[in-house]
């Protein structure tokens, strides 16, 4: 029986032509920090090797599951409601040049101050629970989502709207029809770095002040010059952004299919 390239095996296979040279680079970086620590080119209590920190992730897995738990909660709550006022700004901006004009520089001016400076005050004006955490992973996350959406939102062919205006159709019905479907391919692109930057979003916000979470498990670790748990919480915060990344892969795939498989063949002709 031949093989259908657009069956289940040609896809398995297309997955695995693009995952083995990242899944080989991690395994080399792995190698290189368990090459420097066997030979004790650095002490141990600077950077411990693989094995003590994985060691040490599978004796705390309960620890660091329940910390794993309340920053995934952050980041993901942060994320979504970042994608929801982002679009909701990007739309307004597109369709209104006055408020394009207001909006644009302040929001570059707030995605300029450094949110580990200004996470502090939301502490102090929110509290010391969810809330603070979740509003830094807005803002980091807001940004790109924004932009984005703008760009995609205005790369719509001019003549396809006026097709669209002389055919009678209605600015909703246009929208819905031709601009967003159009700004999709952006807008996927924009939420790929906004999901890793909500993960930075919530830690941040735990460093300044939490009980919980996997920011205050390195600040402990740091404190208490665990080295082998600090690496342990950057290892799992790490692993929480690729599998958010992942996730949002797979939407893109599944409601874009035709644009994931071009930026598939993209990226595999420039290596």
């Known amino acids: 029986m031949s093989m259908n390239p657009g069956g289940s095996e040609g896809r398995l296979l297309a997955v695995l032509e693009r995952s083995w040279r990242p899944v080989a680079l991690l395994i080399a970086c792995f190698a290189v920090w368990w090459a420097i620590t066997s030979t004790q080119l650095v002490p141990p209590y600077l950077v411990p090797s693989p094995g003590t920190t994985l060691g040490v992730m599978a004796e705390k897995s309960s620890y660091l599951w329940q910390h794993t738990w309340v920053t995934t909660y952050e980041t993901v709550l942060g994320f979504v409601i970042a994608v929801v006022i982002g679009v909701l700004a990007a739309v307004v901006m597109v369709y209104s040049t006055t408020v394009e004009k207001t909006l644009y520089p302040v929001l570059l001016f707030a995605q300029v101050i450094p949110k580990i400076a200004i996470a502090p005050l939301f502490v102090v004006w929110l509290g010391f629970g969810l809330t603070p955490k979740v509003v830094v992973a807005v803002l980091i996350a807001f940004f790109p989502v924004v932009i984005s959406m703008v760009t995609g ?17 209605s600015p909703l019905k246009t929208f819905a029809k031709i601009r967003f479907p159009a700004s999709l391919p952006h807008l996927f692109s924009g939420l790929k770095v906004a999901v890793t930057l909500a993960v930075t979003g919530a830690v941040v916000g735990e460093f300044v002040g939490a009980n919980e979470g996997l920011g205050f498990v390195i600040l402990q670790a740091n404190g208490n010059l665990d080295t082998p748990m600090l690496f342990a919480g950057l290892l799992v915060m790490s692993l929480i952004g690729v599998v958010l990344f992942v996730l949002v892969e797979i939407a893109e795939q599944l409601m874009l299919p035709w644009h994931a498989s071009r930026c598939g063949e993209a990226a595999t002709t420039t290596l």
Request: hydrophobic residues 55%.
């Open 153 to 169: 939102l205005k790369s719509v062919d001019p003549e396809m709207l006026q097709l669209a205006a002389t055919m009678g159709a």
